[in-house]
């Protein structure tokens, strides 16, 4: 969802009233319940007109009154309680609006990272892995970047050979984080973990993490390496995606973006991007790429981490087809 879609969303909320919000916040998951969350808190001095023509374009039809005057924090702390409950609520409204604290496996969804890496950099490398497994890749990259780089590479070779969770486990992880998966002793064996799950994580990572982690890995691994790096979806990879993809990710992406992101493209990849484009909008592009003056690596790595996040959405949404190296393609 991009900035604009995110300001609709959190104005037609405000204006639905508790209840109705509440409903629709139930479906949606801990990224979007925060990014919108912090959207509404966000909002200022919206217009009438704005208003209507949110709601025309939600209902076909403008509104004449609106929420938007009462007070937004205690609107919002109700709102993110009727949907998710009293104790996921509390670790959401603590990133939002500086609210109170939440425990175990599910809650640790609803936190910011550097608080997760603080709370269980000190447990066991194994615990670490088996916890980062049930949580989204990027959650788990960002939550990695906060430790050293010994535990953060312990931690991901871990990852790379668990082929799934014990109840013996699950009832270790109880112990340390309160509450994990729900059941007891006859829990089913979760296939979790994997090389898959660690070039996912990866895929998340600044350059220099993970290189530094691929070469861990290598001294150790070598095939379990490259079984990495063949998992793994790069940048480069996109010229492997096809034209209506890649024109359906360029209608998600800002040109500036994209401009610093090909800086360290290869002369191929940016051709495919420039013949999905309009003529106009190609030799554009290539003027903007001829004058743009040196670019830090690591801004051009940042860019491209942040253009493939767009395109791990569309490709979970199911709109583009992924091939990663050494794949025939994966959804």
Do not use: C
């Not at 998710?84 to 175990?104: E, H, M, N």
């Amino acid at each position: 969802m991009n900035d604009d879609g995110l300001s609709k969303s959190a104005i037609l909320l405000l204006s639905l009233g508790e209840d109705e919000a509440a409903e629709v916040m139930k479906f949606l998951g801990p990224k979007e319940v925060q990014k919108i969350g912090t959207a509404m808190a966000a909002l200022s001095n919206v217009s009438k007109e704005t208003i209507n023509n949110v709601f025309s374009e939600f209902y076909d039809a403008a509104g004449d009154k609106t929420t938007l005057g009462m007070g937004s924090d205690a609107y919002i702390r109700s709102v993110l309680k009727k949907a998710l409950g009293d104790d996921k609520a509390a670790g959401l409204i603590d990133r939002i609006l500086q609210g109170g604290d939440t425990s175990g496996i599910e809650a640790l969804k609803w936190m910011d990272a550097s608080t997760v890496a603080e709370l269980i950099h000190n447990e066991h490398p194994q615990i670490i892995a088996t916890i980062l497994v049930h949580l989204e890749s990027d959650q788990s990259a960002e939550i990695l970047s906060h430790f050293t780089e010994r535990l953060r590479h312990d931690t991901l070779l871990r990852i790379a050979t668990l082929d799934g969770i014990q109840p013996t486990a699950l009832k270790e992880l109880n112990d340390v984080m309160s509450k994990l998966l729900s059941g007891g002793t006859n829990i089913k064996k979760a296939a979790l973990g994997g090389v898959k799950v660690v070039a996912d994580i990866m895929n998340y990572m600044g350059g220099g993490q993970e290189t530094a982690a691929i070469d861990n890995i290598r001294d150790l691994d070598p095939d379990m390496a490259q079984q990495v790096l063949d998992a793994m979806f790069v940048f480069e990879n996109l010229i492997d995606v096809d034209d209506r993809g890649i024109q359906l990710l360029l209608r998600e992406i800002q040109s500036e973006s994209l401009i610093i992101a090909l800086k360290g493209a290869s002369e191929e990849l940016r051709e495919k991007i420039f013949k999905n484009m309009s003529q106009r909008a190609a030799e554009m592009m290539r003027d903007d790429l001829e004058s743009k003056g040196p670019v830090r690596i690591s801004e051009v790595e940042s860019e491209q981490k942040e253009i493939l996040k767009v395109v791990r959405r569309l490709a979970d949404e199911g709109q583009i087809i992924l091939s990663g190296k050494g794949e025939e393609g994966f959804v």
